[in-house]
């Protein structure tokens, strides 16, 4: 064998012998294949919040329900972090919102929610906001929240979605697990 194939096999094996202890380290909870743009961002930012704890001590709490969807599917449920909801400014590693989802008394991280106040945002940008290339939905006022008029954008990072990485409801999330987060296992999926 030539000696730069032996080179590129020893290379090629050792990035598999590498690798091998980061992958035991990953949450199981992601989607297959390799995330880009800003589900990658989404999912280096969030990475320790499958510990609900771990969110909590960041300052995330639970908004105290689930938002089931119009017709099939959720969007989970929500643990904002109040001074970044009220902040008017969105940054890919600083997500609003957590989501997780309740099953089996376990709560399981599935993606974020970035979401600004419409008159925080506009008093500074003309346009309405975009982030890494995907574009926010606006949710005027009156809503099932109580907020005032607002721009939102859902990333299921870490739970795969038919409708797309970035639509507001997923079919494969439910509400019908939830119980309150008290009786819920705090250390997230297991």
């Known amino acids: 064998m030539k000696r730069s194939s032996k080179q590129a096999i020893a290379v090629v094996a050792l990035a598999v012998i590498s690798a091998a202890p980061l992958a035991q380290t990953q949450p199981p ?35 105290g329900s689930c938002v089931s969807g119009p017709q099939a599917g959720a969007m989970g449920i929500h ?17 609003e919102i957590l989501i997780y989802e309740q099953r089996g008394g376990r709560l399981r991280l599935l993606g974020v929610e970035f979401l600004v106040i419409a008159e925080q945002w506009h008093a500074v940008n003309a346009a309405p906001p975009v982030l890494m290339g995907q574009h926010f939905h606006y949710v005027g006022s009156p809503n099932r929240y109580g907020l005032p008029p607002f721009y939102e954008l859902h990333v299921w990072a870490w739970r795969d979605n038919p409708s797309g990485m970035f639509a507001d409801w997923n079919p494969h999330v439910s509400c019908d697990g939830y119980a309150g987060e008290s009786g819920a296992h705090p250390g997230g999926h297991r």
Do not use: C, K, M, N
């Not at 743009?37 to 499958?50: K, P, Y």
């Not at 972090?81 to 940054?91: I, P």
């Open 79 to 95: 643990y904002p972090h109040g001074a970044l909801v009220g902040d008017g400014v969105l940054d890919a590693r600083r997500p």
């Open 29 to 63: 909870a992601h989607p297959p294949g390799q995330a880009s743009g800003l589900v990658a961002e989404v999912r280096l930012a969030t990475r320790d919040f499958h510990d609900v704890g771990v969110a909590i001590a960041a300052g995330y709490a639970s908004a």
